[in-house]
């Protein structure tokens, strides 16, 4: 973002270009919910060492799932990052190549990808982990929406998605699907999480906060949505999002938030 700020072409800022503006905006919303996911993991962390015997589980089905996605997502951020920097991006004098190169290792050295996801759905059918991230979630939920009011889309996301794991966990006819569903609980537990990020910050600034919000229903729109590919996009779709490309999220508060 700082460089589209600060770089030029076609006599405008990067920031500036439609295209260049929508490329952040999707960016922002992959990066930002494994930022969300790995301090909530962390939060949860801290209580399974407390010894409250459900967040263990918890911690169990979210460690998975972070090894999995976050580390997926992470190769697709720094592959688009260096689209923005240009040819600085890819020669060796700068950070970027060598970043591209590390974002690969989280993928391969924490599993492989695939063998993390078979552990997210054995998590499920061996020690119900996925009914306790449930029920956690729900408590989360109900403290966001004490705040921000009823969130049916983020409720109804992790629903839909905790069935189809639970379903493809216990069948195993059905473990081609594996990727996909915990792809899909991944999503639908970081929208949850951001939307409740969103009512802490609220709480604790006193002031509606809703970038996290914003985040979370972009987790919603373009992870867990489905649209026609030849279809003309709905106009102001995405201008919640292309709105957060010019603000400076802070880790402070995010930090805070998840304490």
């Known amino acids: 973002?700082?460089?589209?700020?600060?770089?030029?072409?076609?006599?405008?800022?990067?920031?500036?270009?439609?295209?260049?503006?929508?490329?952040?905006?999707?960016?922002?919303?992959?990066?930002?919910?494994?930022?969300?996911?790995?301090?909530?993991?962390?939060?949860?962390?801290?209580?399974?060492?407390?010894?409250?015997?459900?967040?263990?589980?918890?911690?169990?089905?979210?460690?998975?799932?972070?090894?999995?996605?976050?580390?997926?997502?992470?190769?697709?951020?720094?592959?688009?990052?260096?689209?923005?920097?240009?040819?600085c991006g890819y020669i060796e004098e700068w950070s970027d190549a060598r970043v591209l190169r590390d974002a690969h290792l989280g993928s391969i050295w924490e599993g492989t990808s695939n063998i993390v996801a078979l552990d997210v759905a054995r998590t499920v059918r061996r020690e119900d982990a996925l009914s306790a991230l449930e029920t956690y979630l729900a408590g989360l939920n109900e403290e966001t929406e004490s705040v921000l009011g009823s969130q049916p889309a983020v409720t109804e996301a992790f629903k839909r998605a905790a069935?189809?794991?639970?379903?493809?966990?216990?069948?195993?006819?059905?473990?081609?699907?594996?990727?996909?569903?915990?792809?899909?609980?991944?999503?639908?537990?970081?929208?949850?999480?951001?939307?409740?990020?969103?009512?802490?910050?609220?709480?604790?600034?006193?002031?509606?906060?809703?970038?996290?919000?914003?985040?979370?229903h972009g987790v919603l729109r373009h992870k867990l949505g489905s649209r026609d590919p030849l279809a003309a996009s709905q106009s102001g779709e995405d201008d919640d999002l292309m709105s957060l490309v010019h603000t400076t999220l802070s880790d402070a508060s995010i930090a805070e938030a998840a304490q």
């Open 163 to 216: 069935g189809l794991l639970h379903a493809v966990a216990h069948d195993p006819s059905r473990e081609v699907e594996t990727r996909q569903a915990a792809s899909a609980v991944y999503n639908a537990t970081s929208a949850s999480v951001m939307a409740w990020e969103s009512a802490r910050q609220t709480a604790l600034t006193n002031e509606r906060s809703n970038d996290r919000l914003v985040l979370a």
């Open 1 to 87: 973002m700082f460089i589209a700020t600060n770089r030029t072409a076609f006599g405008k800022r990067l920031i500036d270009l439609p295209l260049m503006r929508r490329q952040l905006a999707k960016m922002l919303v992959t990066a930002e919910q494994g930022r969300s996911m790995v301090f909530h993991t962390a939060r949860v962390l801290e209580a399974a060492d407390r010894g409250e015997a459900n967040m263990a589980k918890v911690l169990r089905i979210m460690t998975p799932l972070v090894k999995f996605r976050t580390c997926r997502d992470a190769r697709k951020v720094a592959g688009d990052g260096m689209e923005v920097r240009g040819g």
